[in-house]
Structures are given as C-alpha cells and as structure tokens.
C-alpha cells in the first residue's frame, strides 16, 4: 500500500510538468515562475520515486518495515537485554576517555552493571527496555547499536 501511495505521489508532479508545458509557459519562451515551478515538481517526483525504489527494494528483500532483517548476531558483539533503571556519567581528566554506568533490570532478576566508553545518557532513556550491543575498543566497552522494544 505504502508502496502504491509513493508512487501515485511521484506521478503527480509529473501531470504538473505536462500542465505547465501544454499551457505554453515552458518552451516557446520559458518565464521564471514556469521554470522554477518545473524544478521543484520534479524535485518532488524525484524523491517521492527514490523513496518508492529503496521501499521496493526493502520489500523484494524481505526485511521488516520496522527495523533489520535478523537480530544482532554474537558475531557483531556482545548483546544485552533488559529496562534502563539508571544511568550515571562520569566526566573524566582530559585525555581520558568519558564513562557512563548503565544498570539493567530484566524481569525478576537483580540489575546488571555496564562501563560503557562515552556519555550515553541521551541514548538509553530511564525506564526504556532496550537490546544493546557492545563491542570491545582498547580494553572499553563501546555502544554499536541500540533496539528500543
């Protein structure tokens, strides 16, 4: 359906062109506001139809509307699951690298405590249930990627 709508709205700004060259305002002697106007239409046309092709692609594909194909695997990191309960930055001396501690809970089980490399207070909202993936970098932990659920 989103497939449809997409290119039904490439399709349109096209019929605009067409309008626009019939009436005479594009080739005899082009005017400024039927150039302009042409520009912009097919500006949209362009974007609503690349926006149409990368859909189709996604779709022929097989991945999800919503995210990935397949989750993080062990080989891309190392992946945790839980709610954020808190996350407390440490700003370090200069040329030390910056720490946040996040705690994890899961349902009925204690919090687990990560030492993650960077400030990540924006990242992982408190009370958000999260997948994180975690890589190593220099003896650090380093966020790769965040899935909020």
Same mark, same amino acid.
């Given at each position: 359906m989103v497939l449809g709508l997409l290119? /039904? /709205?490439?399709?349109?700004?096209?019929f605009?062109?067409?309008?626009?060259?019939?009436?005479? #305002?594009?080739?005899?002697?082009?005017?400024v506001d039927a150039l302009f106007t042409s520009l912009i239409l097919l500006s949209m046309s362009a974007i609503f139809g690349a926006t149409a092709v990368f859909e189709l692609r996604r779709f022929l594909s097989g991945k999800s509307a919503g995210g990935r194909a397949a989750p993080p695997s #062990?080989? #891309?990191?190392?992946?945790?699951?839980?709610?954020?309960k808190e996350v407390t930055f440490y700003e370090a001396d200069v040329g030390q690298p910056n720490k946040s501690i996040v705690t994890l809970s899961n349902a009925g089980r204690p919090g687990e405590m990560l030492v993650l490399s960077g400030d990540l207070r924006n990242a992982l909202p408190v009370g958000q249930k999260v997948q994180i993936t975690l890589r190593k970098q220099d003896g650090e932990n380093v966020l790769v990627d965040v899935e909020y659920s």
């Amino acid at each position: 359906m989103v497939l449809g709508l997409l290119v /039904l /709205l490439a399709i349109v700004p096209l019929f605009g062109v067409a309008w626009i060259a019939a009436r005479g #305002s594009l080739f005899p002697q082009p005017t400024v506001d039927a150039l302009f106007t042409s520009l912009i239409l097919l500006s949209m046309s362009a974007i609503f139809g690349a926006t149409a092709v990368f859909e189709l692609r996604r779709f022929l594909s097989g991945k999800s509307a919503g995210g990935r194909a397949a989750p993080p695997s #062990s080989l #891309s990191g190392l992946v945790r699951r839980g709610r954020v309960k808190e996350v407390t930055f440490y700003e370090a001396d200069v040329g030390q690298p910056n720490k946040s501690i996040v705690t994890l809970s899961n349902a009925g089980r204690p919090g687990e405590m990560l030492v993650l490399s960077g400030d990540l207070r924006n990242a992982l909202p408190v009370g958000q249930k999260v997948q994180i993936t975690l890589r190593k970098q220099d003896g650090e932990n380093v966020l790769v990627d965040v899935e909020y659920s």
